[in-house]
C-alpha cells in the first residue's frame, strides 16, 4: 500500500518514535480493542505488532505487513473510520484479520448524519471547521 506523506509522519510516529510503547503493557494483556478514528488502521496493525503477530515496515513509501502467525479467535478489534476511501484503504491493508470488525462510521452518542470536512492533511479529518479544512 503506497502512503501519502502524512500516513507516513504517522507510520513514524507509531512504529518507529514508538510513542505508543506506553500501551505495550496494556495490549499485551488485553483482547478486545476499539481503533476509533483509525485512519489507515496503524494503531490495529501496531496491535498485531505487539503481540506478534505481523510484522510491519515502509520501504519507498510503501507500506509492507507480514503475518508471521495467525493470531487467535479470542483476539477482537473494532475499527471505525467515517472517511469512505481512508475507510477502503484499512480494510484492504487489515482484510486478512478476519478478527477486525471494520465499521465505516464515526462514534456518537445519538444516531446522527454528520458531514466530514476532509483535508489535504489526510491524518486530521473533523466535522468542525478548522484551519486544516481550508484551501490557500
Do not use: W
Not at 29 to 49: C, R
Not at 52 to 73: A, T
Not at 74 to 96: A, G, K, M, Q, V
Not at 100 to 107: A, K, L, R, T
Amino acid at each position: 500500500m503506497h502512503l501519502t506523506k502524512y500516513q507516513i509522519a504517522l507510520y513514524h510516529e507509531i512504529f518507529v518514535k514508538r510513542e505508543y510503547a506506553l500501551l505495550d503493557d496494556i495490549i499485551l494483556h488485553s483482547e478486545t480493542f476499539f481503533d476509533v478514528g483509525s485512519n489507515i488502521g496503524l494503531f490495529s496493525a501496531y496491535v498485531l505488532f505487539i503481540k506478534k503477530f505481523v510484522n510491519i515496515d515502509i520501504q519507498e513509501n510503501q507500506l509492507i505487513l507480514e503475518e508471521l502467525q495467525p493470531i487467535p479467535k479470542d483476539l477482537h478489534l473494532h475499527l471505525f473510520e467515517p472517511n469512505p476511501e481512508t475507510f477502503d484503504r484499512s480494510r484492504d491493508l487489515l482484510s486478512f484479520a478476519k478478527q477486525i470488525d471494520f465499521n465505516n462510521v464515526g462514534i456518537f452518542s445519538a444516531p446522527t448524519t454528520q458531514t466530514l470536512r476532509v483535508p489535504e492533511i489526510d491524518c486530521q479529518a473533523s466535522l468542525y471547521e478548522s484551519f486544516l479544512t481550508q484551501k490557500g
